[in-house]
């Protein structure tokens, strides 16, 4: 259940597939602009972000998972009508950061993802928060009870989103 | 170059988030200065991916909907049909009533010279997807430049407005500024106390109607209408209610809106795709009667033969004549006698109930609003009281797309 600490030899790296490459992060993007229509509490969950974070640390690599994240966080702002960067700007972060510390620890089991997913969320939130208010003037109501439920509900989601991606991920 | 290789990942992360910064800064600055929008193409490649998921899964949705509704699920139609028949009835009444001081007041209107501006073309469209971001509050649609949607045209439902058209970039998909948006702005007006304010969004998804004065009593529940002074949304259309009204920090009042239409679960809204200005003329083809109404309902006098018929006239005195069918009298042709009314395919005139049908199905324009024959009607749209009502010229045709 712990997060480990394993050497570089131990941690094995996967790649996925191009049609996968594309698809799940236009599928993660088109789901969170549909549902929410159907069903309005699903706007507390984030997919694009547990796709970034569950690509960033199968692919162990920085590049490829600022890369991921950039892109996956661009598409996100281009349905919204506030400046495109601001989703982009926080997944670029998120992608590096997690597949940087995907390197470094064991993330193959369900609490190590469940932790790692709160993590990389409290990180989305607060680059999210800042850019949003200190840069682009937005007013942005933070509210601790909304944060910690929303948290955890895309921890419980993103376990679920690495044990699909793991069944599309390849080992290098 | 050796420190480049160690430190090449950070470094590239570095460079991205920087144009990204850059390309944020330089995005708020041209908005701020120019009003354009230069990340056009992204926004409209975006919207291309991933709106025909969108519509295909809508499609899927609606009919499915449609097959169980239309045939399965018929259940209770015959009550309902014959409970909405006695509503009709009771609801043409009420406006042959209102009918009477509507044209008094496009007298005293068009005395005035006062000019008003209606909606005279609308577009049902579906919605097909959101943003997706608590931050946005905007949904798209399955009507985009091609179908004529423009931006800051006013986006309406049966229950209430809606939100107005931000981009219409893509030829058929466009996308919907909701009023529950931090960004977005709403001229409106109380219904009973008349105090004018702003009606805006707030970061966690309220509306509240600012601008109000805190010297001012706002009641709970009190209707909130459109004003019309933001040049989008025609005067008189229902916005919401008042759930709550306190004293804010400085001199104006906190009052919080609760929006009559439900903005979490859209599925069909009605685009405002044309609106006209015209001066008021007072009602000159006679509206049907509230005793007409009634009378059409009394038991039927078969017709009398002819004969007997140019006997009894002379006889009639002017004024007293009803029809024996209960036709409507147009209030020109008053105290004349009155034949007995021609059959709808004589062509000769609106049969009775032609002339109620038409009466009723003009119930909607006391908003500006325009009947519709297919499409969803507008019946919730409350009128201010201080809304011209439309005249009584034939409008143009309210274009309903079917889905």
Redesign the interface.
């Known amino acids: 259940m712990a997060i480990t600490y394993t050497s570089g030899e131990q941690v094995e790296v996967y790649r996925f597939s191009i049609p996968a490459t594309v698809l799940i992060p ?1 599928t993660a ?2 789901l ?3 549902l ?2 159907r069903f ?1 509490f699903f ?1 507390i969950f984030d997919l694009p972000l547990l796709v970034v974070i569950g690509f960033a640390t199968a692919r162990r690599n ?2 490829a998972g ?2 991921t994240g ?1 892109l996956i966080g ?3 702002d ?12 926080a997944l ?2 998120v992608g ?1 950061g997690a597949s ?1 510390l995907g390197i470094k620890l064991d993330v193959e089991n369900a609490g190590a993802r469940f932790l790692l997913t709160i993590f990389f969320y409290a990180v989305h939130e607060v680059i999210y928060f800042m ?2 208010r200190g ?7 933070w ?1 601790w009870p909304h944060e910690f439920l929303s948290g955890m509900a895309n921890a419980v989601l993103g376990v679920l989103v690495f044990m699909l991606l793991d069944r599309v991920k390849q080992r290098t | 170059m050796d420190v480049l290789g160690r430190y090449r990942n950070l470094i590239v992360l570095v460079g991205v988030l920087f144009a990204q910064i850059l390309g944020l800064a330089v995005q708020v600055n041209v908005k701020r200065t120019t009003d354009t929008e230069p990340t056009r193409l992204i926004r409209v490649w975006a919207v291309a991916t991933v709106a025909p998921l969108e519509k295909t899964l809508g499609w899927l949705q609606t009919s499915s909907g449609n097959i169980w509704h239309n045939y399965f699920y018929l259940r209770g139609v015959r009550a309902e049909n014959r409970d909405l028949k006695l509503q009709i009835e009771r609801m043409s009444l009420e406006q042959a009533r209102m009918s009477q001081d509507a044209d008094q007041a496009r007298r005293l209107q068009a005395l005035l010279g006062f000019k008003e501006r209606f909606i005279s073309q609308t577009m049902a469209a579906q919605v097909i997807g959101s943003s997706g971001s608590e931050l946005s509050r905007s949904v798209y649609i399955d009507k985009g430049y091609k179908d004529g949607i423009k931006p800051d045209m006013a986006v309406i439902t049966a229950d209430g407005i809606v939100g107005k058209v931000l981009r219409a970039d893509n030829r058929h998909v466009a996308q919907v500024l909701l009023i529950d948006d931090q960004t977005s702005g709403v001229g409106a007006i109380l219904d009973k106390t008349r105090l004018q304010g702003i009606l805006r969004g707030t970061p966690t998804g309220e509306v509240v109607l600012e601008k109000v004065m805190s010297d001012e009593t706002v009641p709970v529940g009190e209707l909130v209408l459109t004003s019309g002074g933001d040049g989008i949304f025609p005067k008189g259309l229902l916005v919401g209610k008042v759930t709550k009204a306190s004293p804010g920090s400085d001199l104006f009042l906190n009052i919080h809106v609760r929006p009559a239409a439900d903005l979490s679960r859209l599925e069909e809204v009605l685009v405002v795709t044309k609106m006209d200005e015209r001066q008021s003329e007072p009602d000159r083809t006679g509206a049907a009667r509230a005793v007409d109404i009634l009378a059409e309902r009394l038991p039927g006098v078969p017709p009398k033969p002819e004969s007997a018929e140019k006997v009894a006239a002379p006889a009639s005195a002017p004024g007293t004549a009803k029809p024996a069918t209960g036709a409507p009298t147009n209030s020109g042709s008053e105290g004349k006698p009155k034949a007995p009314p021609p059959p709808v395919s004589a062509g000769g005139g609106p049969s009775a109930t032609q002339k109620t049908t038409t009466a009723a199905s003009s119930s909607g324009r006391s908003s500006g609003i325009p009947a519709s024959t297919t499409g969803p009607p507008i019946v919730k749209v409350t009128p201010a009281p201080a809304t011209p009502v439309s005249d009584p010229k034939p409008q143009p045709a309210t274009e309903d797309t079917p889905h």
């Open positions: 236009l993007v088109f969170q602009a549909w929410p229509l309005p706007t920085p590049l600022l890369v950039g661009i598409l996100q281009a349905l919204t009508h506030q400046p495109i960067g601001l989703y982009g700007i670029t972060v590096f940087s850019i949003a840069l682009v003037g937005l007013h942005m109501a509210s």
